[in-house]
T-cell receptor
Framework: DAGITQSPRHKVTETGTPVTLRCHQT?????MYWYRQDPGHGLRLIHY???????DKGEVSDGYSVSRSKTEDFLLTLESATSSQTSVYFC?????????????FGPGTRLTVT | SQQGEEDPQALSIQEGENATMNCSYK?????LQWYRQNSGRGLVHLIL?????REKHSGRLRVTLDTSKKSSSLLITASRAADTASYFC????????FGAGTRLTVKP
């Protein structure tokens, strides 16, 4: 499982509240990713990081921000949660010590915004 | 927008039969990967095929890649009930793009 944990695993929050999801890895990989998974859409990339303090936007980044102050932690923040952000969120790492690259995923966080 | 598109969206077979899932994509890729997801769980990486490879095997899995048609197929031979899951293809270009998945049900 590449030592990836996500917290919390489940969260229910109200519209307009801030929410932070945490992804933690134990193997010091440079690349980390946040995806959301919705029925009919598969996985969509929100943001990714290629090192401490180095992040970039994915295809559905609006309404989300990220931070990476330590190699092992990648935080996803919803500044003001909306019902459209109800989803399952997956964190992933990319093993970058040898090609080809593969991604390994955490167990997911189910977020419900009411 | 999605890059990979799996086909069919759902597939139901009997244990022991072979299951074939297809993936089509739109742009040039570095590699294509297949993942499996059991209900309510995270994704598990199954197999990766590079753009210069045409076929790859891993246990009961066989993956083919046709870059001229921008398509890939995943074959699971001698399926088992435990293979019941959703299967996703993901293409790697500048970033990873996933399809919506094929839901496979293997009946005992």
């Amino acid at each position: 499982d590449a030592g990836i944990t996500q917290s919390p695993r489940h969260k229910v929050t109200e519209t307009g509240t801030p929410v932070t999801l945490r992804c933690h890895q134990t193997e010091n990989h440079r690349y980390m990713y946040w995806y959301r998974q919705d029925p009919g859409h598969g996985l969509r990339l929100i943001h990714y990081s290629y090192g401490v303090k180095d992040t970039d936007k994915g295809e559905v980044s609006d309404g989300y921000s990220v931070s990476r102050s330590k190699t092992e932690d990648f935080l996803l923040t919803l500044e003001s949660a909306t019902s459209s952000q109800t989803s399952v969120y997956f964190c992933a790492i990319r093993r970058d010590h040898s090609p080809p690259y593969e991604q390994y995923f955490g167990p997911g966080t189910r977020l419900t915004v009411t | 927008s999605q890059q990979g598109e799996e086909d069919p969206q759902a597939l139901s077979i009997q244990e022991g039969e072979n299951a074939t899932m297809n993936c089509s994509y739109k742009t040039s890729i570095n590699n294509l990967q297949w993942y499996r997801q059991n209900s309510g769980r995270g994704l598990v990486h199954l197999i990766l095929i590079r753009s210069n490879e045409r076929e790859k095997h891993s246990g009961r899995l066989r993956v083919t890649l046709d870059t001229s048609k921008k398509s890939s197929s995943l074959l699971i031979t001698a399926s088992r009930a435990a293979d019941t899951a959703s299967y996703f293809c993901a293409t790697k270009a500048n970033d990873m793009r996933f399809g919506a998945g094929t839901r496979l049900t293997v009946k005992p």
